[in-house]
């Protein structure tokens, strides 16, 4: 499943984005904020417009919402494309590998801690 959010919606809300692929467990996207942007209002904007969307399309028969929680992480503009082959390809990735056994990857990999604030 592909979820457009157009370019105007991401203008209009002072954001860019260059890359967005929805699974039907995980929504990846490559974003550039704005200057009075940070990853917590763009998470509740995203959600908040997938999930209009979704309930417009009326896709399930219950009303949809996503859960409380997200992931983010900076990447260096050096590894931007490589990023975007990544968030482009999470279906077949995803096929041999869940998020959350990623997701534990990257934290054993790199020492990341979990903040839960």
């Given amino acids: 499943m592909y979820l457009n959010i157009s370019p105007t919606i991401a203008w209009q809300k002072t954001f860019f984005y260059r890359r967005l692929t929805v699974t039907p467990t995980t929504y990846h996207c490559l974003i550039s904020l704005g200057k009075d942007q940070n990853i917590a209002k763009i998470a509740q904007l995203l959600k908040g417009e ?17 859960q409380d929680d997200y992931f983010a992480a900076s990447v260096s503009e050096s590894q ?11 279906e077949k990735h995803h096929a041999t590998k869940t998020f959350v056994q990623e997701i534990d990857e990257f934290i054993k990999r790199y020492g990341w801690q979990i903040l839960d604030i």
């Fill in 50 to 66: 997938s999930s209009f969307w979704i309930n417009q399309q009326n896709f399930i028969p219950n009303t949809f919402s996503w």
């Fill in 80 to 90: 931007k494309e490589q990023l975007v082959s990544y968030i482009k390809n999470q």
